[in-house]
């Protein structure tokens, strides 16, 4: 039985001030010890990136902002997924593969935690796959928090969205843990 390492969206584009404040600046510190382990024991891995289709974007199909990070950069024989929605299962072959490949459990990590890694999660989990969140390689921003339809909820800073996003995963979509528990278990 695999267990697949998804790695979501952890580009360049992120780096774009345009976003607001990050929480959890080790986040992709945390994503490169999983990949470095995943990586010496020969478990898949699976490298998402978000391209979007939206005007202006840090991430667009035209920009750098498509490139992975260094820390997390695949190596060749890597899966690799693009995708131009929120969930790295809708218009790419990622399940497909991970059919293929025996997959039956997954870490996700990556960026951002309540849109990307919120979505996909949730879909794992209902696929039914066994999926493990580590949350602590993962990281949301202050520009998640755009409330301009109620101006009375008050603004959320970046912790707070992360926080909020991870407990409404963990225990119904997956299990979160820490990336020093998760590489733990795995010894």
Not at 115 to 137: F, K, P, W
Request: proline share 4%.
């Amino acid at each position: 039985m695999a267990v697949a390492l998804v790695l979501i969206d952890i580009q360049t584009g992120f780096d774009n001030p345009v976003w607001g404040e990050r929480n959890n600046l080790t986040a992709e510190d945390n994503a490169a010890r999983l990949l470095t382990h995943w990586r010496s024991t020969g478990q898949p891995v699976c490298h998402i990136r978000h391209v979007s289709v939206e005007p202006g974007s840090p991430l667009g199909p035209d920009t750098v902002g498509t490139d992975f990070k260094a820390l997390v950069m695949p190596n060749e024989g890597e899966a690799v997924f693009e995708k131009s929605v929120n969930s790295a299962f809708i218009g790419t072959g990622l399940q497909a593969h991970l059919d293929d490949i025996g997959a039956t459990s997954l870490v996700i990590c990556g960026l951002t935690t309540p849109h990307c890694i919120s979505t996909t999660t949730r879909m794992a989990g209902n696929l039914g796959y066994n999926v493990t969140l580590a949350h602590d390689a993962c990281a949301a921003f202050t520009g998640n928090a755009n409330t301009n339809w109620r101006s009375d909820l008050p603004d959320m800073d970046a912790e707070t969205i992360h926080a909020t996003a991870v407990s409404h995963l963990h225990g119904e979509f997956a299990q979160a843990r820490t990336t020093r528990d998760i590489l733990a278990d795995l010894q």
